[in-house]
T-cell receptor, first 114, second 116 residues
Framework: DAGVIQSPRHEVTEMGQEVTLRCKPISGHNSLFWYRQTMMRGLELLIYFNNNVPIDDSGMPEDRFSAKMPNASFSTLKIQPSEPRDSAVYFC????????????FGPGTRLTVT | AQKVTQAQTEISVVEKEDVTLDCVYETRDTTYYLFWYKQPPSGELVFLIRRNSFDEQNEISGRYSWNFQKSTSSFNFTITASQVVDSAVYFC?????????????FGSGTQLTVLP
């Protein structure tokens, strides 16, 4: 079975541009998580969904960030407008069930904002 | 509030040596899960193990073993007879079992380098 799929794998954009990151969770998983990894702050949870509903978005840095999950097999994380400090690796993860089951991570999207 | 501390930022060993990665956590939850993840140079995060707070039995999986001690809030990870392919960043993480928060709180990671 396929793992978590993220696209693009790499994104280079200029400051002020809109960036959309995409994620397809593992089929059958009903929780989806977006993380950001930087050298300074390590791995941070941005937002997570359960059954397509956002449960906790307290980690979203500011209004420039938004996330959607229109159906069980697709989620997006959008940054508009992007800033150089948004440069990071963004991971999507999915897990099965309401409990704290293990989360399976995608390969990540490396975002560079110049 | 939850916190995971991995005091060892970097560890370097020679192949075939045993190495232990330390993890200390803080939580007010009475029930919780602990995890270890591996991040090899390729960048993906690989799940290694999940333990719940009411099961303190140590676990062994091949060359990997985990020592969970609730009394000291530690969940240490030992690699026996290390190999070059074990070189990676290893993350310890914590998650509550009850309540609405399901997110993992990660430690800062330990960079393990195994030299040939």
């Amino acid at each position: 079975d396929a793992g978590v799929i993220q696209s693009p794998r790499h994104e280079v954009t200029e400051m002020g541009q809109e960036v959309t990151l995409r994620c397809k969770p593992i089929s059958g998983h009903n929780s989806l998580f977006w993380y950001r990894q930087t050298m300074m702050r390590g791995l941070e949870l941005l937002i997570y969904f359960n059954n397509n509903v956002p449960i906790d978005d307290s980690g979203m840095p500011e209004d420039r960030f938004s996330a959607k999950m229109p159906n069980a097999s697709f989620s997006t994380l959008k940054i508009q407008p992007s800033e150089p400090r948004d440069s990071a690796v963004y991971f999507c993860a999915s897990s099965l069930g309401q409990s704290s089951y293990e989360q399976y991570f995608g390969p990540g999207t490396r975002l560079t904002v110049t | 509030a939850q916190k995971v501390t991995q005091a060892q930022t970097e560890i370097s060993v020679v192949e075939k040596e045993d190495v232990t990665l330390d993890c200390v956590y803080e939580t007010r939850d009475t029930t919780y899960y602990l995890f270890w993840y591996k991040q090899p140079p390729s960048g993906e995060l690989v799940f290694l193990i999940r333990r719940n707070s009411f099961d303190e039995q140590n676990e062994i999986s091949g060359r990997y073993s985990w020592n969970f001690q609730k009394s000291t809030s530690s969940f240490n990870f030992t690699i026996t007879a290390s190999q070059v392919v074990d070189s990676a960043v290893y993350f310890c993480a914590l998650s509550p079992i009850s309540g609405s928060a399901r997110q993992l709180t990660f430690g800062s990671g330990t960079q393990l380098t195994v030299l040939p």
